[in-house]
């Protein structure tokens, strides 16, 4: 049928199109994309295809809908008409994204974006700043684009001018049968996480990402995930004296620690990260028995944070928290937002001399994690991808192999590293392969008895790994990435509901803290300055976190729920529901606390927005 032939030369037309642009982006930075081998180069083709066909899928879906209007309309020449503008349109606004995108790259080193889209509210500007260079580049776009307009106009177009007849019963099937297979190609395929800018990344030059990301889908990307910033800042509720007033106490960047519990300035830090551990499940944080034997055992040899909490409710969230110390909003996660995360500081950037990895037995396509590893520089990152004969549930390889294989990854690290394993079978179908012993009469049994698996799983690890050579100069992060529903029942945005557990250990802790608990408040957001000041290094960067051993600073805890947030501080804790739009939970710890800490949630809140609005 000559539809199938049209859709399949123009896939074909617009794939070179897209390639051709992508060449012409690579002439103009040849030092940059010189920096890494030609074959390297090359495999932004293959990376690129995923992005490509998504993109293609959303345009064929609008043709395909006009194609099928044509055949209960006539004359025919008029919707064939309808689909040359607009592909005639779509190339020439291809034309100036990709020309426009050339031109950014060159002064802020990141794809055309939300942000620099919003500088079109003041186009006098725009042309103002323009220099000659730009409108060159953006001349070189458009002749090459007339050029495929010719092409498609005489190779590609032609082709729906000899429509074969299609029976009156098959019209009405054709159009749900190819928006469904559209479907399909727009979200990626039928994997359980939709397609995203990770799918693209591949390379540690980060010019050969953005080059793989299709510009089209990553301008619509940007443009929807920012929609709601059109009107500013949303949480704009008070003065800008009054948020300055207020940065001033949230911001820890002086002071030195008062406990310095590590016995050297350079260990090995290995950061265990267990998916969705609350801390309902540790007897000693205030939760259920004999669900966590290891880590209690664990406990005897580390330093336990006692009142530690998420940030957010995703695995994504928490990754920008820990190693970035960004707060998490409701409705925007930073880390999907390539041009903004790649602008946060990282802990693995503030520790240039260490070797970093990141290891996961899942998909780090979840939440764009993968993009943000590479594009903030970390040397090795490897996924289920990686470990396909390893034994694997629906999500990914089952913990306790991961764990074996992470022991031998960190093996063939060279000193000093940073690494980290995100532990997987914690999390839903819960398909680990031991049995479910525990129960609490809940319907979250499962959920606990995966918790049950990982801590045996940590526990053999733990005690596997104290006669390697880098035992005794490694400081272990055992943290949860966020909490979990539990047979303890909590409200959503009750501040328990994300209080996880983080414990310390290693020979590189002093005698003094070992089996002590550390009683002073803390989140993820203070993880990283924490590290960093005991390590003897400035953590100035680290804007909105906290030292948790310096005990001269406020302390403020932001915590984000679906449609709603809160904050924690030592005056109590406060959350309010955006979708309700009333306050949720407000528990001041006297009369005089309770607007208080109502205005530190709005100012902190207010002040971070506009952060991630200005990166």
């Known amino acids: 049928m000559s539809y199938i032939r049209y859709i399949i030369h123009f896939i074909l037309f617009w794939l070179i199109y897209f390639l051709v642009n992508r060449i012409l982006f690579v002439l103009f930075f040849i030092p940059e994309v010189s920096s890494s081998n030609f074959f390297e180069v090359i495999r932004i083709i293959p990376n690129s295809l995923a992005l490509d066909i998504s993109f293609l899928s959303y345009m064929l879906s609008i043709i395909c809908i006009i194609l099928w209007l044509g055949l209960f309309i006539k004359p025919k020449r008029f919707m064939q008409n309808i689909i040359y503008f607009f592909t005639v349109f779509m190339l020439f606004l291809s034309s100036i994204i990709a020309g426009g995108e050339v031109a950014l790259y060159s002064e802020w080193n990141t794809k055309l974006n939300f942000k620099a889209l919003s500088h079109l509210s003041a ?335 940590l526990g053999e690890f733990m005690q596997s790994v104290k006669e390697e050579d880098w035992y005794d100069n490694t400081l272990f992060i055992i943290v949860a990435d966020h909490s979990h529903s539990s047979p303890i029942k909590r409200r959503i945005a009750q501040k328990e509901r994300y209080k996880i557990p983080m414990l310390w250990i290693g020979e590189v802790l002093k005698e003094e803290f070992r089996g002590e608990h550390h009683s002073r408040m803390g989140s993820q957001l203070d993880l990283t300055p924490s590290i960093l000041s005991q390590l003897n290094m400035s953590h100035s960067d680290y804007i909105f976190g906290n030292d948790l051993f310096n005990c001269q600073n406020d302390v403020f805890i932001p915590y984000a729920f679906h449609k709603g947030y809160g904050l924690i501080s030592e005056n109590g804790y406060y959350a309010f529901s955006e979708t309700y739009n009333k306050i949720i939970e407000s528990h001041p710890k006297d009369r005089v606390s309770k607007s208080h800490i109502q205005k530190e949630a709005e100012l902190y809140f207010q002040i971070a927005f506009q952060k991630y609005l200005d990166l």
């Open 123 to 457: 186009p006098s500007e725009v042309f103002q700043t323009a220099s000659m260079k730009h409108f060159f580049i953006l001349f070189i776009f458009l002749v090459g684009t007339s050029f495929f307009i010719f092409l498609y106009k005489k190779k590609v177009h032609i082709l729906l001018k000899d429509q074969s007849s299609i029976s009156v019963i098959k019209r009405f099937f054709v159009l749900p049968l190819f928006l469904g297979l559209l479907f399909i190609g727009a979200r990626g395929g039928l994997q359980a996480i939709p397609i995203n800018l990770s799918d693209a990344y591949f390379s540690n030059n980060i010019i050969l990402n953005d080059i793989a990301v299709n510009s089209n889908w990553n301008i619509i990307q940007s443009f929807l995930k920012n929609s709601r910033n059109l009107e500013g800042n949303p949480y704009q509720k008070h003065s800008d004296q009054d948020a300055l007033d207020f940065m001033n106490n949230i911001n820890t960047s002086s002071g030195d620690s008062v406990d310095l519990v590590l016995t050297n300035k350079k260990p090995n830090l290995v950061f265990i990260l267990l998916e969705s551990w609350s801390a309902d499940n540790i007897e000693s944080l205030e939760g259920l028995e004999g669900i966590t034997p290891n880590f209690r055992s664990l406990e005897k040899e580390g330093l336990l944070f006692t009142d530690f909490y998420s940030n957010g409710w995703t695995s994504d969230q928490s990754v920008s928290s820990i190693f970035s110390s960004f707060p998490v909003f409701p409705y925007v996660a930073i880390i999907n937002q390539a041009d903004k995360s790649r602008r946060l500081p990282c802990l693995n950037r503030s520790l240039d001399a260490y070797h970093s990895s990141f290891f996961f037995g899942g998909q780090l396509t979840y939440g764009n994690i993968k993009g943000y590893l590479l594009s903030q520089g970390f040397d090795l990152v490897k996924d289920k991808n990686d470990y396909k004969d390893l034994p694997s549930g629906r999500l990914g390889v089952h913990d306790q192999y991961m764990f074996n294989q992470f022991k031998k990854e960190i093996g063939q690290l060279p000193e000093p590293f940073l690494t980290t394993l995100f532990t997987l079978s914690s999390h839903s179908p819960y398909d680990f392969p031991a049995e479910h012993k525990l129960s609490f009469d809940s319907k979250h049994d499962q959920y606990v008895n995966s918790v049950a698996y990982t801590d045996k799983c």
